[in-house]
């Protein structure tokens, strides 16, 4: 079990690198009720830039300066994965844990999508449909204005690793 000053810890983190979320997405992604983490908030914001916004446009706002990403190697990531193979449950958890941590900050390269389209010969909107994307938002992505998603830069990378396999 995780103690509440662990939680938000670990959620004025989150916060610092997205700079933007949802109490509900926070819920889920802690596995606490969103009335939990509105209470996590209300303590975070006395120590943090930390506000939140009612409505449609609303959320969780971090309104100080964003931090750096840590990036984390394809190879790092799948020592990672082995090492949780071989552990007691209880560390298994924290490797899983650990792992889901840092999904969201993998470099995201847009070359590996390029290398996709020359190597398959698919062209970007065939490929957008396999990601399950408009053309329109990869074309964005590939030109640099607009930042993948992490579960996307995922999709992207698993491609590419069943390429390399």
């Known amino acids: 079990m995780?103690?509440?000053?662990?939680?938000?810890e670990r959620?004025?983190?989150?916060?610092?690198f997205r700079r933007r979320d949802t109490?509900?997405?926070l819920a889920a992604e802690f596995g606490v009720s969103r009335h939990t983490i509105m209470r996590d908030l209300i303590v975070l914001s006395l120590s943090y830039p930390i506000h939140?916004?009612?409505?449609?446009?609303?959320?969780?706002?971090?309104?100080?300066?964003?931090?750096?990403?840590?990036?984390?190697?394809?190879?790092?990531?799948?020592?990672?994965?082995?090492?949780?193979?071989?552990?007691?449950?209880?560390?298994?958890?924290e490797i899983e844990r650990l792992i889901s941590a840092l999904r969201p900050v993998i470099?995201?390269?847009?070359?590996?999508?390029?290398?996709?389209?020359?190597t398959t010969g698919l062209t970007q909107t065939q490929l957008a449909d396999k990601l399950g994307i408009t053309?329109?938002?990869?074309?964005?992505?590939?030109?640099?204005?607009?930042?993948?998603?992490?579960?996307?830069?995922?999709?992207?990378?698993?491609?590419r690793k069943e390429l390399e396999t």
């Open 2 to 8: 995780e103690y509440a000053l662990e939680r938000r």
């Open 11 to 16: 959620i004025a983190e989150a916060l610092r």
């Open 23 to 25: 109490a509900g997405r």
């Open 52 to 93: 939140t916004v009612a409505g449609g446009g609303g959320g969780v706002i971090w309104t100080g300066k964003k931090a750096e990403a840590p990036t984390i190697s394809d190879r790092a990531l799948e020592a990672l994965h082995n090492a949780a193979k071989v552990v007691s449950a209880e560390d298994k958890a």
């Open 107 to 118: 470099p995201f390269q847009a070359d590996w999508a390029f290398k996709i389209l020359e």
């Open 135 to 159: 053309g329109a938002h990869l074309s964005f992505v590939l030109s640099g204005r607009r930042k993948p998603s992490a579960a996307l830069a995922e999709r992207i990378s698993n491609i």
